[in-house]
């Protein structure tokens, strides 16, 4: 089902990304911080290895058939990234939060590791997003992933019929469609 998204809702979809990495890292020990500068939106430090690291987050919501898309990561982000890292003495790396179809993957990466897997163009570097490379990503120790399933069990719809979806826990569900 294609969903209309609110007019808003690339910086909503940006401000959900950051918020999720930066719940997460707290959530497994990582001291960290959302951040308002340019090139990076979450320094965070390691626990595991005492890095401190510059994250910058990239996020995207997927409409219906555009799930496999890869993410473009404009080559002036690299630069950027770098730069405030330098400033904040950290080490760059990348977060990227996809919302496609039933779940939310987020992929976080040194830029080091993302710029040898996928090199810069003139314009960007592409992380791909298809079922190959979900499977290669999922190979890769250097690549940290976390991942949510995602159902609406019930909703508002558009043309007023009442329909009846299966929840999680197996009971019929009613609502208007």
Not at 71 to 78: A, E, G, H, L
Not at 105 to 133: C, N, V
Not at 142 to 155: D, G, L, N, S, V
């Amino acid at each position: 089902m294609d969903v209309n998204k609110s007019t808003r809702h690339a910086r909503i979809t940006g401000d959900f990304g950051e918020a999720t990495v930066l719940y997460w890292l707290s959530k497994y020990g990582f001291e960290c911080a959302l951040v308002d500068h340019t090139g990076i939106d979450i320094i965070a430090r390691n626990p595991h290895t005492n890095e401190v690291m510059g994250i910058s987050v990239k996020s995207r919501s997927r409409k219906e058939k555009t799930e496999q898309d890869y993410v473009s990561i404009p080559s002036d982000n690299f630069a950027k990234a770098e730069a405030a890292c330098a400033a904040f003495k950290c080490v760059p790396y990348f977060a990227i939060v996809v919302d496609a179809g039933d779940t939310i993957r987020a992929f976080i990466l040194s830029m080091k590791h993302l710029r040898e897997d996928f090199p810069q163009g003139k314009s960007a570097a592409g992380f791909k997003m298809t079922d190959t490379y979900l499977r290669q990503y999922a190979d890769d120790p250097a690549i940290m992933i976390f991942e949510f399933k995602t159902q609406t069990i019930r909703w508002w719809g558009t043309n007023g019929r009442i329909d009846t979806h299966e929840s999680p826990t197996g009971s019929r569900q009613r609502y208007l469609r």
